[in-house]
């Protein structure tokens, strides 16, 4: 809620993916904002873990990663496409700090990927990253494909967490 208030990704009538979606708290969040329960927008949101049904939220229970995820995901999209991709993905700790970097920054060039993909011109794409040295070429790629990219640290996330996200706005395309 607080990334949308500051940065108005959700809008009434948005198509968007929620990607690593359970608990569901931003499946919740963009439904309201882009008014599901009127018939306007459209949330579809996707986790390996079990997640308490949203209304107005379609929800597939599968790991992002399998090979059949995105294209699953982009047949529930409207015209297969999407305003707006969300990624709250994180692979599970390993407490070995290096190796759980390059496990979420894998999920977040594979978020950026299906975002590329499925992304309408004007697009959004926001997604969890952690601050470590591999993030340099995620954001290359995102500055090349949207108009604007910054970091962003909520302030509901811990000060000491070094999880913090990235917002992008208006799409080129590719």
Same mark, same amino acid.
């Given at each position: 809620?607080? %990334?949308?208030?500051?940065?108005?990704?959700?809008?009434?009538?948005?198509?968007?993916?929620?990607?690593?979606?359970?608990?569901?708290?931003?499946?919740?969040?963009?439904?309201?904002?882009? !008014?599901?329960?009127?018939?306007?927008?459209?949330?579809?949101? %996707? *986790?390996?873990? /079990?997640?308490?049904?949203?209304?107005?939220?379609?929800?597939?229970?599968?790991?992002?990663? *399998? &090979? /059949?995820?995105?294209?699953?995901?982009?047949?529930?999209?409207?015209?297969?496409?999407? *305003?707006?991709?969300?990624?709250?993905?994180?692979? &599970?700790?390993?407490?070995?700090?290096?190796? *759980?970097?390059?496990? %979420?920054?894998?999920?977040? /060039?594979?978020?950026?990927?299906?975002?590329?993909?499925?992304?309408?011109?004007?697009?959004?794409?926001?997604? !969890?990253?952690?601050?470590?040295?591999?993030?340099?070429?995620?954001?290359? =790629?995102?500055? =090349?494909?949207?108009?604007?990219?910054?970091?962003? !640290?909520?302030?509901?996330?811990?000060?000491?967490?070094?999880?913090?996200?990235?917002?992008?706005?208006?799409?080129?395309?590719?």
């Amino acid at each position: 809620m607080e %990334i949308d208030a500051k940065h108005h990704v959700l809008e009434p009538g948005a198509r968007v993916a929620d990607l690593g979606a359970a608990p569901g708290g931003w499946s919740q969040v963009a439904a309201a904002e882009v !008014k599901t329960a009127e018939g306007l927008g459209q949330v579809v949101a %996707i *986790d390996l873990l /079990e997640m308490e049904p949203v209304p107005g939220v379609a929800f597939l229970q599968l790991d992002f990663m *399998d &090979p /059949e995820a995105p294209a699953r995901l982009q047949a529930l999209l409207r015209g297969g496409r999407a *305003d707006v991709v969300l990624s709250d993905m994180a692979a &599970p700790g390993t407490g070995h700090t290096r190796t *759980d970097h390059l496990r %979420i920054m894998g999920l977040a /060039e594979a978020a950026a990927e299906f975002a590329g993909e499925v992304l309408e011109r004007g697009g959004a794409f926001v997604c !969890k990253v952690l601050q470590g040295g591999t993030e340099r070429a995620l954001l290359d =790629r995102l500055k =090349r494909e949207f108009a604007s990219v910054r970091h962003v !640290k909520p302030p509901a996330s811990r000060a000491e967490s070094a999880e913090m996200y990235v917002v992008a706005l208006g799409f080129r395309g590719r």
